[in-house]
C-alpha cells in the first residue's frame, strides 16, 4: 500500500521560497511506470496540478503554464522523496499543497496536505 | 489548456435517494491509444482527494459499488445510486488524457437534504 508523507513550512514570507517535501513508502520515487506530482487547492482556484517528476531511464519533469517560471519538483532517491519549491511566492500562493503518486493517467494516492499561508 | 465544467455545484440529497454529477470537457478525452483518461475524486470534510474511478467507469478498490462512472469523448457522468450519510462532501472530475497538463472540474458540493 503507498503511502505519502508531507512535510515542511505552513507559513512563508512574500518574495520567499516555499518548499515542501512528500516522502513515499509502499513504492519508489525511482519507479519507471509512475510519475510524483504537486497539486494545490484554494478558494480561488480550486483544485490546480503544479507539476511533476519520473524516471525513464532519466529524469524527467512537467509545469504548469501557471508556475513555470517559478517551480521546481526535485526527487531524491536516497530518502525515496521528492520535493517541491516555488519560488518568490505572493499571498495568491496560499493553498493546501498535496503530493500524489501518478500510475498512468490519474492521481492515486494523495498525501494528507499541507496548508501553506503566505504572509509577512 | 482543457477546460472542465461541472453541474451542478451543488446538491442535497434526501438519504438513499439517487445523485448524478456531470461533468464536460472543452476537448474529447479520447486519448490516441483508444483509452479515455477521465478520473473522479471524492473530497470528504477535512480530508485530502481520494480517487473513485478512473478511465471513465473503473471503480477503485473499496469503493462502494453504488458509485458509478460513464460517459464518454466530452461528457462524463458520475451516479450514486442511494447516497448515504458518509457520501457528504466535494467531489471532483479530472482529465488526464492530454498529458502532461492535468485538469479539474470546479467541484460539485453533496450535502444531505
Same mark, same amino acid.
Given at each position: 500500500?503507498?503511502?505519502?508523507q508531507?512535510s515542511?513550512?505552513?507559513?512563508? *514570507?512574500?518574495s @520567499?521560497?516555499?518548499?515542501?517535501t512528500?516522502?513515499?513508502?509502499g ?5 519507471n $511506470? ?5 497539486? %494545490?487547492q484554494?478558494?480561488? %482556484?480550486?483544485?490546480?496540478w ?6 525513464r531511464s *532519466?529524469w524527467? !519533469? ?9 517551480i521546481?519538483? !526535485?526527487?531524491d532517491a536516497? *530518502? !525515496?522523496?521528492f520535493?517541491l519549491?516555488?519560488?518568490?511566492v505572493?499571498p495568491e500562493?496560499t ?5 500524489? %503518486? ?7 494516492p494523495?498525501? @494528507?496536505?499541507t496548508?501553506v499561508?503566505?504572509? $509577512? | ?5 461541472q453541474?451542478?455545484? &451543488?446538491? /442535497?440529497v434526501?438519504?438513499?435517494?439517487p445523485?448524478? +454529477? &456531470?461533468? &464536460?470537457? &472543452?476537448?474529447s478525452l479520447?486519448?490516441s ?13 477535512g480530508q485530502?482527494?481520494?480517487?473513485? +474511478? ?6 477503485d478498490?473499496?469503493?462502494? =459499488?453504488?458509485?458509478?462512472g460513464?460517459?464518454?469523448?466530452? =461528457?462524463?457522468?458520475l451516479k +450514486?445510486?442511494?447516497?448515504? /450519510?458518509? =457520501?457528504?462532501?466535494i467531489y471532483?472530475?479530472?482529465?488526464a ?9 470546479q467541484?460539485t458540493k453533496?450535502? +444531505?437534504k
Amino acid at each position: 500500500q503507498v503511502q505519502l508523507q508531507q512535510s515542511g513550512p505552513g507559513l512563508v *514570507k512574500p518574495s @520567499q521560497t516555499l518548499s515542501l517535501t512528500c516522502a513515499i513508502s509502499g513504492d519508489s520515487v525511482s519507479s519507471n $511506470s509512475v510519475a510524483w506530482n504537486w497539486i %494545490r487547492q484554494s478558494p480561488s %482556484r480550486g483544485l490546480e496540478w503544479l507539476g511533476r517528476t519520473y524516471y525513464r531511464s *532519466k529524469w524527467y !519533469n512537467d509545469y504548469a503554464v501557471s508556475v513555470k517560471s517559478r517551480i521546481a519538483v !526535485n526527487p531524491d532517491a536516497s *530518502k !525515496n522523496q521528492f520535493s517541491l519549491q516555488l519560488n518568490s511566492v505572493t499571498p495568491e500562493d496560499t493553498a493546501v499543497y498535496y503530493c500524489a %503518486r501518478d500510475p498512468g493517467y490519474s492521481l492515486d494516492p494523495w498525501g @494528507q496536505g499541507t496548508l501553506v499561508t503566505v504572509s $509577512s | 489548456d482543457v477546460v472542465m465544467t461541472q453541474s451542478p455545484l &451543488s446538491l /442535497a440529497v434526501t438519504l438513499g435517494q439517487p445523485a448524478s +454529477i &456531470s461533468c &464536460s470537457s &472543452s476537448q474529447s478525452l479520447v486519448h490516441s491509444d483508444g483509452n479515455t483518461y477521465l478520473n473522479w475524486f471524492q473530497q470528504r470534510p477535512g480530508q485530502s482527494p481520494r480517487r473513485l +474511478i478512473y478511465k471513465v467507469s473503473s471503480r477503485d478498490f473499496g469503493v462502494p =459499488d453504488r458509485f458509478s462512472g460513464s460517459g464518454s469523448g466530452t =461528457d462524463f457522468t458520475l451516479k +450514486i445510486s442511494r447516497v448515504e /450519510a458518509e =457520501d457528504v462532501g466535494i467531489y471532483y472530475c479530472m482529465q488526464a488524457t492530454h498529458w502532461p497538463h492535468y485538469n479539474f472540474g470546479q467541484g460539485t458540493k453533496l450535502e +444531505i437534504k
